[in-house]
Structures are given as structure tokens and as C-alpha cells.
């Protein structure tokens, strides 16, 4: 139980498209989901904090009207990067919290596979 | 800055010997998390640590936790080529919902 799965694994764009990117729950409900940046041989690096039925929560410095976060169910959100450009290229990965585990101090998180973003 | 630190961050052992991570922090926190990510891939969740408890094992894991310190390690014994990874601390900080990751560490195991 408990796995998350992103789609697509790996995209190549151009410059100035936009791609979106899916994160959803199979098994279990996610009242919150996060979205990571990580960058090659680097840490994680959250972006936003996706609650399902409202806006997400952006971090400083993370700019909303280019990645577009969505949660309109409580097994998928979604992550659009608006006219991408090469400096957007990364690996994003998602992570969801179970519903059934929210009320604690553990919060659970489970991990998406990620998605490689190569902007051209 | 959302990271703690760990050190080092590379680590080259031969298989077989034991592998210490270290993992330091800034703020109070409800738990912490340890997770092992291969090269270009997504996370797994290794251990996890309350607040409250100083040693936790798991098969060839031991994750301790110093509170007082702000500070965690995690041993891998009895090394295996596949163990070969990322390593990232994470830590779930008092009033937050999200996980804060540290730099990481990346363990070479040599066969």
C-alpha cells in the first residue's frame, strides 16, 4: 500500500511550452500533497504545499503564476510549469500524505518516483 | 535556509565495513526521518526517529537521535555494493506539515 505515482518519468520540451506534471495516490487519500525540486546532486527543496480544494501554499521565492499547482481530488494533484524555459529543467518529485495518518505527530509522507523535466 | 546539514557529503567505503552519516538541524522537532534516494530516482523511506527516542534499529540500520545536540546519525552495517546511494535526512519540524531535507550525503560502496 501507500504508493504514489508521477507522470510522465521524463519530459523534453521546448522553451516556452508548458508541461504538467501529475501526482496522484493509488491506494490511499491525501488530504496534502508537496511538490520538490531537487537540482543533480543536490537536496530537496520543497516548492509548494498542495491542499486538496484550496490554492497551494507557495514557498519564498517560489513564483506561483509559473508553477501552477492543482488539487481538485484527494488522490491527484497536479504541477504545470508555465513557459518553461532551459533554468526550469530539474527533477520534480511529489509526496502525499495519508488522511488516516494526519491526526499525529508521524506524519507520513510517501514519495513519488519523479519526474526528470529537460527543457530544450 | 529550509536545509540542515550533513556530513560528509560523500562517503567511499569498501563492502563490507560500516557507513555513519551524520545529520544536524536548526529548529525543535517532532521527528526525524532518514531516506535513501538512487541515482535519478525517487525516495525511500529508510527509519524514522520520535522526538522522544534517543535509538532506533531496522535490519542493518541505526539511527540515533541527540536532541539536545540538534543532531542524528544513521549507520549502515555490514555495507553492500547496492547500498550505493543518496542518503538524505529529513526533519519534521514542531507546528509544520512538511518534511525540511538536509544536503545529503552520497555513499559509494565498493565491491
Known amino acids: 500500500g501507500a504508493v504514489v505515482s508521477q507522470h510522465p518519468s521524463r519530459v523534453i520540451c521546448k522553451s516556452g511550452t508548458s508541461v504538467k506534471i501529475e501526482c496522484r495516490s493509488l491506494?490511499?487519500?491525501?488530504?496534502?500533497m508537496f511538490w520538490y525540486r531537487q537540482f543533480p546532486k543536490k537536496s530537496l527543496m520543497l516548492m509548494a504545499t498542495?491542499?486538496?480544494?484550496?490554492?497551494?501554499?507557495?514557498e519564498q521565492g517560489v513564483e506561483k503564476d509559473k508553477f501552477l499547482i492543482n488539487h481538485a481530488s484527494l488522490t491527484l494533484s497536479t504541477l504545470t510549469v508555465t513557459s518553461a524555459h532551459p533554468e526550469d529543467s530539474s527533477f520534480y518529485i511529489c509526496?502525499?500524505?495519508?488522511?488516516?495518518?494526519?491526526?499525529?505527530?508521524?506524519?507520513?509522507?510517501?514519495f513519488g518516483p519523479g519526474t526528470r523535466l529537460t527543457v530544450l | 535556509s529550509q536545509q540542515g546539514e550533513e556530513d560528509p557529503q560523500a562517503l567511499s567505503i569498501q563492502e563490507g565495513e560500516n557507513a555513519t552519516m551524520n545529520c544536524s538541524y536548526k529548529?525543535?522537532?517532532?521527528?526525524l526521518q532518514w531516506y535513501r534516494q538512487n541515482s535519478g530516482r525517487g525516495l525511500v523511506h529508510l527509519i524514522l526517529i520520535r522526538s522522544n527516542e534517543r535509538e532506533k534499529h531496522s535490519g542493518r540500520l541505526r539511527v540515533t537521535l541527540d536532541t539536545s545536540k540538534k543532531s542524528s546519525s544513521l549507520l549502515i552495517t555490514a555495507s553492500r555494493a547496492a547500498d550505493t546511494a543518496s542518503y538524505f535526512c529529513?526533519?519534521?519540524?514542531?507546528?509544520?506539515?512538511?518534511?525540511?531535507f538536509g544536503t545529503g550525503t552520497r555513499l559509494t560502496v565498493i565491491p
Open positions: 498542495s491542499n486538496e480544494g484550496s490554492k497551494a501554499t507557495y
Open positions: 529529513a526533519t519534521l519540524r514542531r507546528g509544520a506539515n512538511n518534511l525540511f
Open positions: 509526496s502525499a500524505r495519508d488522511l488516516s495518518l494526519s491526526v499525529s505527530s508521524y506524519n507520513e509522507q510517501f
Open positions: 529548529t525543535s522537532i517532532n521527528n
Open positions: 491506494d490511499f487519500q491525501a488530504t496534502t
